[in-house]
Each structure stands twice: as structure tokens, then as C-alpha cells.
């Protein structure tokens, strides 16, 4: 009872301290560099964002990623959230669902979400990578889930005071789960990046779908250090693979593996950025919350429309009218970016 009251309390918490983040890291987006095109023979109104995504139709190559729910006040986020995640046709991830594991006044928290969009739409359920295969199959029929996200936190759970400590057999615990059952297993980090040989053995052990969440947007080990200050840990929030670095290595490992971008996505540049260089779908998180905590729901459903018509501008401006020519276009890689790769 104690662990969930502290569960509950920490989610509100981590959505306080990521709006009140100060460190500012980089994704290493700036170093990609794509040619504009200025005789683009296309028009606007044709431009086509479709594309498909995990069996299922999406308008646009972007996903809310994992965030919340468990609590009234995260169902009125994930509430809002899905609101526009339907208005616009893409998928959504809901949070973390062990707190539904044990406490049915939290189901509707996340259920909220599939209500909203309706059947049509993807909708992705969020697990620890150290869950049991009964938990899963539990969080996805809750949400009537088109696929399972398990994060990877190590970097989380260490600077919690209450974290895990001990993250041995979690690469068995998933290919157990990706050997049971029928429907996706995406693998998923919160801000620390997929490197090149982690991406590697997860796809030797059968996983088609990781979503690298990188280094350049929200921090984990700046918000766990604020939520307690026995031990300073700002000397180290520089820690992480930048989202571009975590993306242009783990493309290169096989052209089936499917690839979320997500890690400090804000504008539509960075979006199409991720696409150019090979992620399938881009994820949002902390910057949409933002948008809707500090702002409301207008605003975030205006930044959420923003970004896909700068999008749809964007592919025009690179003579690509639809995601399958936005990948073929090359791009080149500068500074620092090229110096890690
Ligand atoms: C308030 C907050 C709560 C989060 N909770 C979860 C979670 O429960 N499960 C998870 O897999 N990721 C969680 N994340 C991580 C995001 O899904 C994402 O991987 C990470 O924030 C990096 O993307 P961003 O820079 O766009 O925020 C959370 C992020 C935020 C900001």
C-alpha cells in the first residue's frame, strides 16, 4: 500500500520537476544536414504524412509517447492527450501501467485512452522490461493495446532513491515475453538512448520495434535528483547517447527493424530530421505535456497541429510528397555528430 501511495506521489512529481527542468542537453539534431529543394514540383494540399504502424493506418508519423496516468489528475492528462492524438490520426502511448497491476481505482486512468480514440487507432500499452508475461498480457487487454512498450531505466532507477539496484536477466525476461506473445514488443529507453550493440541483442533475441529515446529533451537523472537531495547527482546529467547518435546507430543494424525517434523531438525540423535519416515514428513527450500543463488543452492541440502542417511544408521544401520519398532523401552528417559516429 505504501509503494503505490509512493508510486502515485512520484508520477505527480516527475511531471512537476520535467516542466521545471533547467539543464539543457542536445540531441545532435543540428549536425544533420538536408539540402532544400526550391523547384519542388508538388503541391501543398497533396502532401500525404500516412503511413503504417504496427498493422494499423496512421496519419502522421508521429506518436505521443509514454507518460502518465494511474491518478484522476493523469487521466485528465492522458484524457487530453488522446483527444488529440485522435484529432490527428497518430499513435499513443499511455504511461507506465504498474500501478494497474495492483490498484483497479487506476484502470480508468489509462482506459481513457482507447475510449477516446477509438479501435481504429493505435494504442500502446508501457510495462517495465523486468515485468512478467501474465503483467503484460494484463496491462494490454486493460487497453485493448496494439502493442507492449517495456522501458529500459536503468540511469532512472539509479538516481531514484527508491529504484531498482539490481537489472540482472532483464534481456531473458524480454525474450520470454517476445517468444509468448502474438503482438509487437517495442523496447523502449526514457532519455538515455539505444546504443548500436544494446539495439544489436535485442534484435537477436527477436525484437522488430525499439524507440530509442535519447539524450536532448527530458532528463531522468536532473528530475529524480530533485525529487530528493540526499545525494547530488548534477554533476552527472550530462550522461546519455543523443537521439541522433542513438538513431543513425541503431538504423544501421537491419532495414526490419522498426525505429521510433523520441528523445527531445520539439519542432517539426527535428521530426524531419529523425524520418530522413531512418526512424519510422517520431515520439513526443515532455514538450506536448508542457504544452497542455502549462497551457491547456487549446494550446497543445494547436502545437500538435502546428507541427504537422510545418511538416507537410517541410517535405515540400525537400520534394517529397510522401514519407516513402522523405526516407530515399540523403543527407549529410556534420561536427560533433560525425565526430561520435
Ligand atoms: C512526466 C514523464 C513521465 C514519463 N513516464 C514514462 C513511463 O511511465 N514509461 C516510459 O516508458 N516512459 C516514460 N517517460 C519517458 C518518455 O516516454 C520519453 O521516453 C522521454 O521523456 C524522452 O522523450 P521527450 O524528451 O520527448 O520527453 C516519461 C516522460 C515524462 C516527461
Redesign the pocket.
Known amino acids: 500500500m505504501k509503494k503505490d501511495l509512493i508510486r502515485k506521489d512520484r508520477?505527480k512529481e516527475?511531471?512537476e520537476?520535467?516542466l521545471k527542468s533547467t539543464y539543457e542537453s542536445d540531441t545532435l539534431f543540428k549536425d544533420i544536414y538536408i539540402e532544400h529543394n526550391s523547384l519542388p514540383d508538388l503541391n501543398l494540399y497533396e502532401i500525404n504524412g500516412g503511413t503504417s504502424f504496427l498493422g494499423k493506418n496512421i496519419k502522421y508519423p508521429i506518436m505521443i509517447?509514454?507518460?502518465?496516468?494511474g491518478t484522476k489528475f493523469s487521466q485528465e492528462i492522458n484524457r487530453n492527450l488522446s483527444k488529440i492524438a485522435k484529432n490527428y490520426g497518430i499513435p499513443m502511448?499511455?504511461?507506465?501501467q504498474?500501478i494497474a497491476l495492483r490498484d483497479k481505482e487506476s484502470y480508468n486512468s489509462f482506459k481513457i485512452v482507447r475510449e477516446t480514440v477509438g479501435e481504429k487507432a493505435v494504442v500502446i500499452a508501457?510495462l517495465s522490461a523486468q515485468a512478467s508475461l501474465e503483467d503484460v498480457k494484463f496491462s494490454m487487454d486493460l487497453i485493448d493495446a496494439d502493442a507492449i512498450?517495456l522501458?529500459l531505466?536503468p540511469a532512472q532507477e539509479l538516481v531514484m532513491k527508491e529504484g531498482d539496484r539490481d537489472f540482472k536477466g532483464v534481456l531473458k525476461n524480454i525474450g520470454k515475453i517476445v517468444s509468448n506473445i502474438e503482438e509487437p514488443v517495442i523496447v523502449?529507453?526514457?532519455?538515455f538512448g539505444i546504443s548500436k550493440d544494446v539495439a544489436q541483442r535485442l534484435y537477436d533475441i527477436g525484437i522488430r520495434y525499439i524507440?530509442i529515446?535519447?539524450k536532448?529533451?527530458?532528463?531522468?537523472i536532473e528530475?529524480e535528483n530533485r525529487r530528493d537531495d540526499e545525494i547530488d547527482f548534477s554533476d552527472i546529467y550530462s550522461w546519455g547517447i543523443p537521439?541522433a547518435l542513438s538513431l543513425i546507430h541503431c538504423r544501421s543494424i537491419s532495414e526490419d527493424l522498426n525505429i521510433i525517434s523520441?528523445?527531445?523531438?520539439?519542432t517539426s525540423l527535428d521530426i524531419l530530421k529523425s524520418l530522413v535519416v531512418g526512424a519510422n515514428v517520431v515520439?513526443?513527450?515532455?514538450?506536448?505535456?508542457k504544452e497542455l500543463i502549462e497551457g491547456g488543452y487549446e494550446v497543445a492541440n494547436s502545437y500538435m497541429e502546428g507541427l504537422i502542417y510545418k511538416l507537410k511544408i517541410l517535405m515540400l521544401l525537400t520534394g517529397s510528397k510522401n514519407i516513402e520519398e522523405l526516407k530515399k532523401l540523403p543527407y549529410k552528417i556534420k561536427g560533433e555528430l560525425k565526430d561520435l559516429i
Open positions: 508520477k516527475h511531471i520537476y520535467s509517447n509514454a507518460m502518465t496516468g502511448a499511455v504511461g507506465s504498474t508501457n512498450q522501458h531505466n523502449k529507453e526514457v532519455g524507440d529515446s535519447g536532448g529533451g527530458t532528463n531522468f528530475i537521439t523520441s528523445g527531445g523531438i520539439r515520439g513526443i513527450g515532455g514538450q506536448i505535456l
